[in-house]
């Protein structure tokens, strides 16, 4: 079973920047789509960002413009930079491998 791993979450401040990276176990991953997801507490989970295979993005309302996925193939690895960044960020984020699996999340606060 392929599984996903996330990392680079924290503490940051309001305007400040993050990159997550989501590391997948197996060779799957060249050949599906990746998203992020994230959930506030108290509200449903949301797709952040989407890649195909391919390389085609697709983006939620709330962050076009401040963040970018990306994704390396060679290192089985999808990253989410993440820019301007606000309260309303403030989530557990989640990455999701169109098989099916999800990674365990990674904390991000975005606080004075």
């Known amino acids: 079973q392929v599984q996903l791993v996330e990392s680079g979450g924290g503490l940051v401040q309001p305007g400040g920047s993050l990159r997550l990276s989501c590391a997948a176990s197996?060779?799957?991953?060249?050949?599906?789509?990746m998203a992020w997801y994230r959930q506030a507490p108290g509200k449903l989970r949301e797709l952040v960002a989407a890649?195909?295979?391919?390389?085609?993005?697709n983006y939620g309302g709330s962050v076009k413009g401040r963040f970018t996925i990306s994704r390396d193939n060679a290192k089985n690895t999808v990253y989410l930079q993440m820019n301007s960044l606000k309260p309303e960020d403030t989530a557990v984020y989640y990455c999701?491998?169109?098989?099916?699996?999800w990674g365990q999340g990674t904390q991000v606060t975005v606080s004075s």
């Open positions: 999701h491998g169109d098989w099916g699996s």
């Open positions: 197996g060779s799957i991953f060249s050949t599906n789509a």
């Open positions: 890649i195909s295979s391919n390389g085609i993005t």
